[in-house]
């Protein structure tokens, strides 16, 4: 496709629930991000894959929250258990390069999600 | 501890002026310095890249200075229009750690008024 595909746009859980957040990259682009961005504020890196490969995951606030990438392509963000503190738009964006670093990262224009 | 800081109060300037936008860090040895642009509801859209052997880089209206002395990073913006009403974020990347992922400061907005 044209750009970076997030899906749903917009999610609202009921506390306890789990979600899948979804992300077409651009298609041929090794690395692929994900952040987290609260109300007013920047965005704070989750997790990074490189190909299939989940390079870094330091971000990820608690294991509740999991990310894969099985093909290299599309990937996934699962959140399980929601809290109301996981309230936050996430973005993902993907990088030619084989990391963030020294190119460009195309980002979408995120999945909001609201727990009540 | 790491810290990127950026204005944290919007800056408000009239068209035509040169609006300056300022990234600081501390305990980073960053390789590479990246805007991106923020429009509500949006992604952040790539401006700038700059390396860390480059003192100055410019892209039409846009310059982007980066000075690893005084661990800082000013971006301008000449001859300001409404359209460039938005969040400006700074952004950081070190291949000595973290893998070279990027790490982002909070964002300044930028309201350029008519």
């Known amino acids: 496709g044209a750009g970076v595909s997030q899906s749903p746009r917009y999610k609202v859980a009921k506390r306890g629930q789990d979600v899948a957040l979804r992300c077409d990259p651009i298609s041929g682009h090794v690395s692929l991000f994900w952040y987290q961005q609260a109300l007013g504020q920047g965005p704070e890196f989750l997790t990074y894959?490189?190909?299939?490969?989940?390079?870094?995951k330091s971000g990820l606030p608690s294991d509740r929250f999991f990310a894969e990438r099985p093909e290299g392509s599309v990937s996934t963000l699962k959140i399980q258990r929601t809290q109301q503190e996981d309230s936050a738009v996430y973005l993902c964006?993907?990088?030619?390069?084989?990391?963030?670093?020294?190119?460009?990262?195309?980002f979408g224009n995120g999945t909001r999600l609201t727990v009540t | 501890s790491q810290k990127i800081e950026q204005n944290s109060e919007a800056l408000n300037i009239q068209e035509g002026k040169t609006a300056t936008l300022t990234c600081n860090y501390t305990n980073y040895s960053p390789a590479y310095l990246q805007w991106y642009r923020q429009d509500p509801g949006r992604g952040p859209v790539f401006l700038l890249l700059i390396r860390e052997n480059e003192k100055e880089k410019r892209k039409e209206r846009l310059k982007v200075t980066f000075d690893t002395t005084l661990k800082q990073s000013l971006f301008h913006i000449t001859a300001s229009q409404p359209a460039d009403s938005a969040t400006y974020l700074c952004a950081l990347a070190s291949l000595y750690n973290q893998g070279g992922k990027l790490i982002f400061g909070q964002g300044t907005e930028l309201s350029v008024k008519p």
């Open positions: 964006a993907s990088s030619s390069s084989r990391t963030g670093a020294n190119s460009p990262l195309h």
């Open positions: 894959f490189q190909n299939e490969a989940q390079l870094d």
